[in-house]
Each structure stands twice: as C-alpha cells, then as structure tokens.
C-alpha cells in the first residue's frame, strides 16, 4: 500500500503524503521521531540524550535570567528604602 493510499484510508492526521516531482511523505514532528526512534534503537537512545541537553541548556538560562531578576530587585530595594528615609528625614 503507498503512502497515499493509507493517509486516505485511514484519514491520518499529521501525516501528508504528496506524489510528482518534490513530492514525498511528510510527518509532524512528532510522528517523524517516533517513527524514527522505533527504526533504531541506537537513534532513539541519541534523541533522549540530545532532549536531555537541550532542557538543561535551557534550564541553565533560565536561571541565569531568573538570578539577574533577583538581583536587579535587590538593589531596587535598597535605592527605594535609602530614598524613603532621605525624604522622611527632609520632612520631619
């Protein structure tokens, strides 16, 4: 059965399959990796070492990001306090 005829059958979703010149079978990511993780073992193993990478790549800027935030709000507060008591100083 073609790629084709079994998107039509069976109204696949998430899958398109067009034939002619620049044609092929197309697959949402996610069909497309887990397809590919069940060719190969080896090939599944790499895609949940390289996902575990990337989550902490970007668990790592976040907290960069989120530590500036901290920061930045710490010496707002110490210039908001200072300026507070200067102006409670001038009133009284």
């Not at 790629?3 to 399959?17: E, F, H, Q, R, Y």
């Amino acid at each position: 059965m073609t790629p084709t005829k079994w998107v039509d059958s069976t109204n696949a979703i998430g899958i398109i399959s067009k034939s002619g010149r620049y044609g092929g079978t197309y697959a949402h990511s996610d069909i497309a990796l887990e397809f590919a993780s069940w060719i190969s073992a080896e090939f599944k193993l790499y895609l949940m070492q390289d996902y575990k990478r990337l989550k902490l790549d970007e668990n790592s800027k976040l907290s960069l990001t989120w530590n500036l935030h901290r920061e930045i709000s710490k010496i707002n507060y110490k210039i908001h306090t200072d300026a507070k008591k200067i102006f409670n100083r001038r009133i009284n």
